[in-house]
């Protein structure tokens, strides 16, 4: 039987390595590890323990069951960005949220974790008793926090290229009404209104609000409230003004129900600053 020594020092590993690197499989499977496996002198029954080895090396990172990435150490090849990970995790799938607001130059932030949109009904999950999905899932040395949406609200995304790898991510305006929409997960209200102003002018009004009338009225309402006070024409707001709900909403949906209320816009401005009583 091969020895881990033997496998590491001589060709057997390292070469199975180098031939994924060269097919451009920087991401792959233990699948496609096998269909090489036979032409390095490595046999199917042994490729477990193999990729095991390998792994304890440095020369590739386990993600999840199954599926690895090429690390740094492969000669000529890059690491693999934490971005194509993420597509690689869970499909259907685009960065988003504090991390496409990163992406775009809409916060001067460095968040910690990736986030990752999905319409997929399963999500690679941390594995504990105490583990919950808000927790993340760690893998390659990083945390990503997966949210899962409905298929029909998986839209807004653009394909952007990160290194050697086409990536898939929340353009601007779907970046901003994510921000709306969960607050938490792009820092904090606070954050999602200073990216408003940050996309200044190049928000495209008329995208975001053909996005806005596809989520909610909760959302449709805090961006009218926004882009008026932005000075974006009354015209252009009108269906946003007209979208029809019953009740206030507050502006930061993770803050409490107290400050005043904009009965044009039905928000309640539950802002630091703003809140009474």
């Known amino acids: 039987m091969m020895t881990r020594e033997h496998l590491i020092h001589t060709t057997a590993g390292t070469e199975l390595v180098r031939m994924l690197a060269g097919a451009g499989n920087r991401v792959f499977s233990a699948e496609q590890a096998r269909g090489l496996s ?5 046999s199917p029954g042994y490729l477990p323990q193999a990729l095991h080895y390998l792994a304890r090396a440095g020369w590739i990172v386990p993600l999840r069951k199954g599926l690895y990435a090429l690390s740094g150490a492969v000669a000529g090849s890059l690491s693999v960005h934490e ?6 995790l869970v499909q259907p799938a685009a960065i988003s949220h504090w991390s496409a607001l990163s992406y775009h130059g809409l916060t001067e932030q460095v968040p ?9 009904r ?6 504990g008793k105490k583990k919950h999905a808000e927790d993340g899932y760690p893998a390659g040395g990083t945390i990503y926090r997966f949210v899962q949406v409905k298929p029909e609200r998986f839209f807004g995304i653009e394909d952007v290229w990160v290194n050697e790898a086409r990536i898939k991510i929340t353009d601007p305006e779907r970046t901003l009404l994510d921000g709306l929409l969960a ?3 792009c820092g904090d209200i606070s954050e999602v209104l200073h990216a408003f102003d ?9 995208r975001i609000i053909e996005y806005a009338l596809k989520l909610d009225g909760a959302t449709v309402k805090r961006l009218g409230w926004i882009l008026e006070n932005q000075g974006v024409t009354p015209a252009l707001l009108a269906r946003l003004l007209m979208f029809p709900i019953k009740g206030y909403r507050v502006l ?10 904009d009965a044009r816009w ?3 401005l539950n802002l630091p600053g703003r809140m009474t009583g």
């Open 198 to 206: 940050a996309r200044g002018p190049k928000l495209d009004v008329d």
């Open 252 to 261: 930061d949906s993770t803050g409490p129900r107290r400050g005043p209320c």
């Open 122 to 127: 399963s999500v690679p999950r941390a594995r």
């Open 112 to 120: 910690r974790h990736i986030f990752v949109l999905t319409s997929a």
């Open 83 to 88: 971005f194509e990970i993420a597509m690689a």
């Open 38 to 42: 036979p032409s390095v002198g490595i």
């Open 266 to 268: 039905m928000i309640q």
């Open 183 to 185: 607050p938490q997960y």
